[in-house]
């Protein structure tokens, strides 16, 4: 199966009209090389609404999974002392993409991982002496 961000609104039509034609989900999904649920929820979409067409998203695109999303932050707390740059290099061996420094810093935050360095400090005791009185 490759793996296709979306499908064309051309071969999403196509889809519909094979299987209004008797085709089946799974042959559908077959000729389109995508998974059986990308069909089945276009069909459930097209006898839904009448309408497959992809709804128009406001942002940016994300460039990480969740899934990679929760790869970076293990491998930051399996590996405490791993720099960020070191978590870019290993994510572009891992799936060839390539992520700022910038974004790995902000997933990180999101999951809870901060650049802090535990100091040990020396404690405020409260004197008890008598003396003082």
Known sequence: MSRRSRLPDS???RAVGW??????QADAARCLNASR???QRL????QSEDYVS????SGRPRVTTPAEDRCLA???QRRRSTTVPQLVADHFV??????SATTVRRHLHNAGLYARRPVVCVGME???DVSSF
């Open 11 to 13: 071969l999403r039509w």
């Open 94 to 99: 891992a799936s060839g993409r390539r992520i």
């Open 37 to 39: 649920s990308v069909v």
């Open 126 to 128: 409260e004197k008890n």
């Open 19 to 24: 299987m209004e034609m008797g085709l089946s």
């Open 74 to 76: 293990l491998s930051a």
């Open 43 to 46: 069909w459930d979409q097209y």
């Open 54 to 57: 992809r709804r128009h998203v």
